[in-house]
């Protein structure tokens, strides 16, 4: 029922003629419910994408999918423990020691990428171990254009570590000026504002002469590093003595908090038969969809739920529920966002390439196999990771505390000095070429951010759904024909030689129908 997209970028299927672009509502949708892109499906209708730890087999003519890895988990209470803490963190910086050296490999420049944070602190320290001499870092500096800024501790790092460091600075004028770039490279709509600093700290790495980035990305999954992993103790107690006791403000917060109806929410237990800890999240990007979204949109949905697209294993349910909540972000973040518009696709579409000790298999078997008293211990998160941070960073660093990577999302965007093509991407014209908004609400929407404060659960849902038009919409813009607003779209280069990503590429062929 369409074309697979393995080995190629979809840029080329494009510019080959096999197929129009046109959009896949469905794949809109699941970016709506979850804010990232899907496994399987692309933003383009009749463009499937190759889900991770999958091959394509092609016998005789007939294209077959297979899996050939999944991450698991041991049964709840058949966890790895040891007799010592020392000897947990021991054997974890063994085997991340290892990713590191794997990753060192090679003959061109690299670099790390650093936070200030833990994670990749403790990345940069390992690689310098490793190779022997301090290695370049890179970090960036969100001035007014997120929640924190973790300058300053990026510097506190890079000076204990030795390492030469550059920082680049990003403004509310560039998370605006740069986004369209963010699209073209990401090739689907991006909700994540934040992707912009990583396009352009790739952009400054390879400036700088260095190819390849080590980073920390894989952490937060691996070793439960988010703050909501921390909430799945008291919505694992609320559903299993009772489901109401945590539906019913669930319900009322979707409802009351962030307005719209009932008719499209998303259901309780959204995935596998279970609630995981991130799902009240998705829930606040959902819930947007029943008054930005046009009856004619759900029209065409005819009944689809992002949900069922996720696939998810029966034994799932015998899973502790922080592992439940872990398998959930390996399985739709890591793919969807992190390793596409915020990874992959930033440093290649800057002529670099991302590396991820964390994101080892001998790493991930490690985290997943081990009790999740070591990934949360009360209210510590990255537990185990902090010990091994205990025997390889001073302890000013050591100890730190999570920070999230997060920009700012709707406000540049509704600030004075905007540019135009925002405007004009929301105006009641082009959200009437695409149909998949309506324009009244949009507005209704725009005029209400302007009146709520920034630490409402309702404005924060609103920038939210705002963003996921604002994407959409340049989305359409830049694959589908142009033609709402200003910025130039997309167009076919000449496939007999083009250069893509910094390197040449030879025409693209595509695969045989699915």
């Given amino acids: 029922d369409g074309w697979l997209l393995w080995a190629s970028e979809i840029k080329g299927l494009l510019a080959s003629g096999l197929i129009s672009p046109r959009p896949d509502v469905r794949g809109l949708d699941y970016f709506f419910n979850f804010f990232c892109a899907p496994q399987r499906r692309t933003a383009f209708e009749g463009i499937h994408s190759l889900p991770p730890g999958h091959y394509a087999r092609i016998h005789d003519g007939r294209l077959t999918i297979q899996r050939y890895w999944d991450l698991d988990f041991p049964d709840r209470g058949a966890e790895r423990r040891f007799e010592e803490d020392d000897k947990a963190a021991a054997e974890l910086e063994a085997v991340l020691r290892a990713a590191v050296r794997r990753r060192l490999c090679g003959e061109v420049p690299l670099s790390c990428y650093i936070s200030g944070g833990l994670d990749s602190t403790v990345i940069l320290g390992l690689s310098s171990q490793e190779k022997g001499e301090p290695i370049p870092s890179f970090t960036i500096s969100l001035n007014q254009s997120g929640p924190s800024d973790e300058r300053s501790k990026a510097e506190e790092s890079a000076h204990y570590l030795g390492s030469p460091l550059t920082t680049v600075t990003v403004t509310p004028a560039d998370l605006v000026n740069h986004f369209p770039d963010v699209i073209l490279g990401a090739e689907s709509p991006v909700l994540d504002t934040s992707c912009v600093g990583t396009l352009l700290l790739a952009r400054a790495n390879r400036a700088a002469g260095n190819i390849v980035a080590l980073t920390g990305e894989g952490a937060d999954e691996g070793l439960a590093g988010y703050v909501w992993y921390k909430w799945h103790i008291f919505q694992y107690r609320a559903y299993k003595y009772g489901r109401f006791i945590y539906e019913m403000p669930r319900n ?263």
Avoid at 318 to 340: K, T, V
């Fill in 252 to 514: 009322l917060a979707l409802s009351w908090l962030i307005g719209g109806g009932k008719a499209h929410r998303p259901p309780f237990f959204g995935t596998g038969g279970v609630r995981t800890a991130q799902q009240i999240a998705w829930e606040f990007m959902a819930q947007s969809r029943e008054y930005l979204y046009t009856p004619e949109l759900w029209r065409r949905l005819d009944g689809y739920s992002a949900y069922d697209d996720i696939a998810v294993p029966e034994r799932i349910r015998r899973w502790h529920p922080l592992n439940q909540s872990l398998y959930m972000g390996y399985q739709i973040m890591m793919p969807g966002l992190l390793m596409a518009a915020k990874g992959d696709r930033s440093t290649r579409f800057s002529a670099t390439e991302g590396r991820y000790p964390f994101l080892d298999e001998h790493v991930v078997a490690f985290c997943a196999s081990i009790a999740p008293h070591y990934k949360l211990r009360r209210w510590t998160d990255k537990y185990l990771l902090r010990r091994v941070a205990a025997r390889v960073l001073p302890p000013p660093i050591a100890k730190r505390t999570k920070t999230m990577f997060r920009a700012n999302l709707g406000r540049a965007f509704v600030a004075a000095d905007r540019p135009r093509w925002v405007d004009q991407l929301l105006s009641a014209e082009a959200l009437k070429t695409t149909g998949f908004f309506d324009p009244q609400a949009v507005e209704w929407a725009r005029q209400l951010q302007l009146r709520k404060p920034l630490a409402s659960l309702q404005r924060f849902s609103l920038d939210m759904g705002l963003m996921g038009v604002i994407s959409t919409q340049l989305w359409y813009h830049t694959y589908c024909g142009g033609g709402l607003c200003e910025l130039p779209a997309w167009t076919p280069p000449d496939l007999t030689r083009t250069r893509l990503y910094g390197r040449m590429e030879t025409p693209v062929l595509a695969a045989t129908p699915v």
